[in-house]
């Protein structure tokens, strides 16, 4: 069984530009978290999909950052414009019991804005 | 607020055995995890605990005081492979959302 994939895996881009990050969970997980991670900080929650539903974005740092799981398969977070604090490894989670369940992460996709 | 304290490194010698320190103050308890994490790659889920105890699992166990919002997460036999971040995490108030510590990065030396 795939596990958890995230597309880039390393991404370099500018300031002002954008960019999309995208992630397959395990097929048949209906929940789907986003996670970022800055340089020797905590691992931090951006937002939580159930299906393609938003269940909390609590997470989300301001409103250049979109995420979205249209047909509640692979999600997508993206990025308008990009600024420097952006940078960070992004992580996408999924877990089929939100409850109980432990997350299954990807290998996360590292942003660098220069 | 919610906070998650873990020390930030911690080294210990092969063979040995080390325990890594939690604590959290979260809006409610819904369980407490541990991962492990090697440098570049993703988490991967090492044990949960939601009720008072101990839980072993081979040569890694955890523990957990709910009234003192505090675990740990006990080590043996230590491998030079056991050298990683590991990461302390609570599921708060709905169970829904997952926070995390900064994570414990574990050197283990010959």
């Known amino acids: 069984e795939a596990g958890v994939t995230q597309f880039p895996s390393h991404s370099v881009i500018e300031k002002g530009q954008t960019v999309t990050l995208r992630c397959d969970p395990i097929s048949g997980h209906d929940n789907l978290y986003w996670y970022r991670r800055v340089m020797g900080k905590e691992i931090k929650f951006l937002l939580h999909?159930?299906?393609?539903?938003?269940?909390?974005e609590s997470g989300m740092p301001n409103n250049r950052f979109l995420a979205e799981r249209t047909g509640g398969t692979y999600s997508t977070l993206k990025v308008q414009p990009a600024e420097l604090e952006d940078s960070g490894v992004y992580f996408c989670?999924?877990?089929?019991?939100?409850?109980?369940?432990?997350?299954?992460f990807g290998e996360g996709s590292r942003l660098t804005v220069l | 607020g919610q906070n998650i304290d873990q020390p930030t490194e911690m080294t210990a010698t092969e063979g040995a055995i080390v325990q890594i320190n939690c604590t959290y103050q979260?809006?409610?308890?819904?369980?407490l995890f541990w991962y492990q994490q090697h440098a570049g790659e993703a988490p991967t889920f090492l044990s949960y605990?939601?009720?008072?105890g101990l839980e072993e699992k081979g040569r890694f166990s955890s523990f957990l005081s709910r009234s003192k919002g505090y675990s740990y997460l006990l080590l043996k036999e230590l491998q030079m492979k056991d050298s990683a971040s590991y990461l302390c995490?609570?599921?708060?108030?709905?169970?829904?959302?997952?926070?995390f510590g900064a994570g414990t990065r574990l050197f283990v030396k010959a």
């Open positions: 979260t809006s409610g308890f819904n369980g």
């Open positions: 999909f159930v299906k393609e539903s938003k269940q909390d």
């Open positions: 989670a999924s877990t089929d019991f939100a409850n109980t369940g432990e997350l299954f």
């Open positions: 605990n939601v009720l008072d």
């Open positions: 995490a609570v599921k708060g108030a709905g169970g829904f959302k997952t926070i």
